[in-house]
T-cell receptor, first 112, second 112 residues
Framework: GQQVMQIPQYQHVQEGEDFTTYCNSS?????IQWYKQRPGGHPVFLIQ?????EVKKQKRLTFQFGEAKKNSSLHITATQTTDVGTYFC????????????FGDGTTLTVKP | NAGVTQTPKFQVLKTGQSMTLQCAQD?????MSWYRQDPGMGLRLIHY???????DQGEVPNGYNVSRSTTEDFPLRLLSAAPSQTSVYFC???????????FGPGTRLTVL
C-alpha cells in the first residue's frame, strides 16, 4: 500500500542547533503537507508543497519537495524551545481520492 | 468561528459498550475525516467524507461507523468498544483533501 516513512522518530538537540526531519514515499506524491503538534495538543498545518523541487521558507523553517516528488524534508535553523513538538508529514497521492497518509512523526526536544 | 469542535474531551468505556464521538465544523468545509493517534505513532485515517451523504473507509475502519447527514457534522460511532480502541481521536476538516486540514482538540478514549 501507499506509505510515507518519516525519520528520525526522535531528535534531541541543544538550543541553537539545527534540526531536520525527512519523509520518503515509494511512489510519487501529488502534494505533501507538514503539520506540527505540540505536546498534548492537536496537529496544526504548517505548509503544503505541490511542485517538483519546490522550496519554501517560513522564518527559520525550510521545507523541500524532492525532484521526483517522492521525498520531502523540514529543516529548522537554530532551534528554540518553542520548536518543541512532533512534526508530521502527510502525503497526498491523488487529490481526487480524498485521502492523505501521515508519517509517524518526528518528536523534537530542545534542551535550553 | 469555533473551527472544529469535538465532544467529549475524555471518555472511559467498558468493553462492549457503544458510543458516539461528536465532531462539528462551522467553516463550510466539504471534506471531513477521523483519525486515531496511538502513542509513538502517526495519525491513522479511520473514515472520511468528501461531502454530505458521502463517506468512505480509511486505513483502519473496522469497529467504527460514520455518517454525514449535514455539511457541519461528522459523528464517529464505536459499535462495541474494545481495549484496542483506546486512543486519541481527532476529527479534521478542510475545503478539499488538497487544502489545509483543521484539526479539533481531540477525544481521549480509554476502553477497559
Amino acid at each position: 500500500g501507499q506509505q510515507v516513512m518519516q525519520i528520525p522518530q526522535y531528535q534531541h538537540v541543544q538550543e541553537g542547533e539545527d534540526f531536520t526531519t525527512y519523509c520518503n514515499s515509494s511512489t510519487t506524491l501529488s502534494n505533501i503537507q507538514w503539520y506540527k503538534q505540540r505536546p498534548g495538543g492537536h496537529p496544526v498545518f504548517l505548509i503544503q508543497l505541490v511542485k517538483s523541487g519546490e522550496v519554501k521558507k517560513q522564518k527559520r523553517l525550510t521545507f523541500q519537495f524532492g525532484e521526483a516528488k517522492k521525498n520531502s524534508s523540514l529543516h529548522i535553523t537554530a532551534t528554540q524551545t518553542t520548536d518543541v513538538g512532533t512534526y508530521f508529514c502527510a502525503g497526498i497521492y491523488n487529490t481526487n481520492a480524498g485521502k492523505s497518509t501521515f508519517g509517524d512523526g518526528t518528536t523534537l526536544t530542545v534542551k535550553p | 468561528n469555533a473551527g472544529v469542535t469535538q465532544t467529549p474531551k475524555f471518555q472511559v468505556l467498558k468493553t462492549g459498550q457503544s458510543m458516539t464521538l461528536q465532531c462539528a465544523q462551522d467553516m463550510n468545509h466539504e471534506y471531513m475525516s477521523w483519525y486515531r493517534q496511538d502513542p509513538g505513532m502517526g495519525l491513522r485515517l479511520i473514515h472520511y467524507s468528501v461531502g454530505a451523504g458521502i463517506t468512505d473507509q480509511g486505513e483502519v475502519p473496522n469497529g467504527y461507523n460514520v455518517s454525514r447527514s449535514t455539511t457541519e457534522d461528522f459523528p464517529l460511532r464505536l459499535l462495541s468498544a474494545a481495549p484496542s480502541q483506546t486512543s486519541v481521536y481527532f476529527c479534521a476538516s478542510s475545503y478539499s483533501i488538497a487544502d489545509e486540514q483543521f484539526f479539533g482538540p481531540g477525544t481521549r478514549l480509554t476502553v477497559l
